[in-house]
């Protein structure tokens, strides 16, 4: 549904984002993570179509970005929350919306079932005559999301959707992504929250003016870092650490009563790892492996 | 271009006009100041032997140099709407979920346009309907004729939109740079000058607001529009809009 190949943007010199190559499928929710001036926001305006790119190309389902005649019709297919939510603070949440399904030749009934259905769904049905400036953060970000899927678009951009929100208000946003990703639309999700990455998104890929990486979230995980293993024990001390570390095992985790072990292939190397322990008069109690967050992997990356 | 979508613009910007007090009171108060003040100082110059306010000037001169404000109006007006309407979408960052609709940036411009001048006409024109009222009821029996309507307020009502254009176009420029309101309005504000110059010369007998000045003046302003029409135009793009406008 979007592919690009190449794509770049440079402002003057400064390159900001360089040779990005990416293919977001059918009805996938893509996340794209990337520390704060990684060229996210950059990235998704090109496609949008709002600035132009420096070279690469683009394609929004079977429309060009860049190709002049199908810049309206790709504004048209997509929805764009933006980063700022550039609300209309004087107008009610009915007016902010119906004001936009205007520009997508939707007629009156149109519009009316439409707004009807998503402040309803998000809850601001109620609220929805009160002037847009009175709502609180989290209902702006809401009403911000139902104007960029007024005209139903197949394909949907969000700019750090729940950036500025409280846990729960984040949660209901999240929520609604998930419910917007069982009606099989496409979505592009501008993040740096890696929780929420793993928690709704298919694939990621992570931006750091070039593309560092990209998959999906276990994917990340396996590849980049290797398996870990967490060992309880009764008690810790040098002498056991010291041991593992004579054959050959990196300790990456000390505490009180636990150790975690960088391994290749646990299923062997578990049984050499044990016998250590026990000969330097350690107990083990338990013995997990523990994946690598996302968050790991990202730092790893993203500090180069 | 999409007239529905650029009246959607305009429509939108009205219904917020309609929420800001500072735009009703200046829509009100210019058409009641220049509709009814002028007409009663021509009164009491006329009714008062002693007042010099008539000195030099006829009771005529006066009344066509009372109509000249509706010129300056047509300048100051759209400065303080205009502002509200560009500045106040870049201040609660508005312009960028509107450029991701599929309209152009023309059709965006064009309804900026019709919300910067249609408020400023109206108030123009229902004060000079005001003003050419009371103004006969004032001077007829005086006279022993109706002043107006004439030539020399219709060529006026016709230079007023090109001002206002100029004026809005204007305004466009300033508010690319500028970032509050207070000072795009007082910067379009400036667009007002040329014509208090104009009025003080013409109050002091350098300029006389004839229909053939006026019809001058029109062609200097035609001219002046379409050049700032095309800086608008050029500054309004949506890449410079997201990029450079600051
Ligand atoms: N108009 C512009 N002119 C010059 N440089 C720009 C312009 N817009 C963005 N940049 C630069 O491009 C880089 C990427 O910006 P962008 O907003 O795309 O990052 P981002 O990944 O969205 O960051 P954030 O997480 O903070 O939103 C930044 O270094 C920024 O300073
Ligand atoms: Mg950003």
Known sequence: ?304 | MDLQSAWAVAAKDFKIFKRKSQIIYITIAFPLAVGIAFPLIVQYALYNAKSHLVGGLSITGLMDAFSVWFLIGAAIIPAAIASYSLVGEKIQKSLEPLLATPMTDGEILLGKTISGLVVPLAAIYAGSAIFMVLMDLVTHSKLGYLYYPNWHIGAILLVAPLICLFSVELNIIISSRINDVRTAQQMGMLSALPFFGLYFASEFGFFAFNDSNLLILAGVILVVDFVVFFVSRATFQREEILTKWK
Request: charged fraction near 30%; aromatic fraction near 6%.
């Open chain 1, 1 to 304: 549904m979007i592919e690009t190949e190449n794509l770049t943007k440079k402002f003057g010199d400064l390159i900001v984002v360089d040779n990005v190559t990416l293919r977001v499928n059918d009805g996938e929710v893509f996340g794209f993570l990337g520390p704060n001036g990684a060229g996210k926001t950059t990235t998704v305006r090109m496609l949008c179509c709002l600035i132009s790119k420096t070279s690469g190309t683009a394609r929004i389902g079977n429309y060009e970005v860049g190709n002049r005649a199908d810049q309206q019709k790709i504004r048209r297919m997509v929805g764009l929350l933006t980063e700022n939510v550039g609300l209309y603070e004087e107008l009610s949440a009915y007016d902010n919306l119906d004001f936009y399904g205007r520009f997508y030749r939707m007629d009156e009934q149109k519009r009316k079932e439409q707004i009807e259905y998503l402040l309803k769904m998000l809850g601001l049905w109620e609220r929805r005559n009160e002037a847009a400036g009175t709502f609180s953060k989290g209902m702006k970000q809401k009403l911000a999301i139902a104007r960029a899927l007024i005209h139903d678009p197949q394909v949907l951009f969000l700019d750090e959707p729940t950036a500025n929100l409280d846990p729960e208000a984040a949660k209901t946003v999240r929520d609604f992504i998930l419910e917007l990703k069982k009606q099989k639309r496409t979505i592009f999700l501008n993040t740096h929250l890696l929780d929420e990455a793993e928690k709704v998104c298919d694939r990621v890929a992570i931006l750091k003016t070039r593309l560092i990486a990209i998959g999906t979230p276990q994917e990340l995980r396996r590849s980049l870092s290797g398996r870990k293993i967490k060992v309880q024990l009764q008690r810790v001390d040098d002498v056991i650490v010291e041991a593992i570390k004579k054959i050959g095992f990196q300790v990456s985790e000390i505490t009180n009563n636990g150790l975690v072990i960088d391994v290749n292939d646990p299923e062997k190397e578990n049984q050499a790892i044990l016998k250590a322990i026990e000969a330097a008069g350690g107990y083990v109690q338990f013995i997990t492996e523990t994946g690598s967050t996302l968050e790991d992997v990202y730092l790893k990356l993203v500090r180069g």
